[in-house]
């Protein structure tokens, strides 16, 4: 029986990356070659000061937001908890759950996020 060919993988190379500067101080880099529809994988940066929206409002959108810290402090909240973690750690909430987050610390806080929207989802 043949064997099914698999296709060669999508590389995608740190200085052609896809940046997306957005406001509050947060910046969005792609680690996939194109858009996967679905989800996003990306390295997140949130500079001194940084937040996903104002102290007080949450964010809410459908889907799972995966995160992993790779150096700095990060603030995590989800619904009424707040957190603070660190490198290392790792966070996973629904994000359909207001939910905000900020850097909790004096340099930039940057990650690896993953968010997974299924096919589907409400826009």
């Known amino acids: 029986m043949p064997q099914k ?38 390295k997140i940066t949130y500079d001194v000061g940084g937040a996903s929206c104002p102290e007080g409002r949450r964010q809410t959108h459908p889907g799972h937001e995966f995160g992993y810290v790779l150096s700095g402090r990060l603030g995590v909240t989800v619904g009424f ?28 806080a940057v990650g690896v996020w993953m968010v997974h929207a299924p096919f589907g989802s409400p826009e």
């Open 81 to 108: 908890d707040t957190t603070e973690i660190g490198p290392g750690d790792s966070v996973y909430f629904d994000s359909a759950t207001p939910h905000r987050l900020f850097n909790a610390g004096d340099e930039p």
């Open 5 to 42: 060919l698999i296709s060669a993988p999508l590389v995608q190379l740190g200085e052609t990356r896809g940046t997306l500067k957005l406001e509050g101080g947060i910046t969005w880099e792609r680690l996939t070659p194109r858009d996967v529809p679905g989800a996003d994988f990306l």
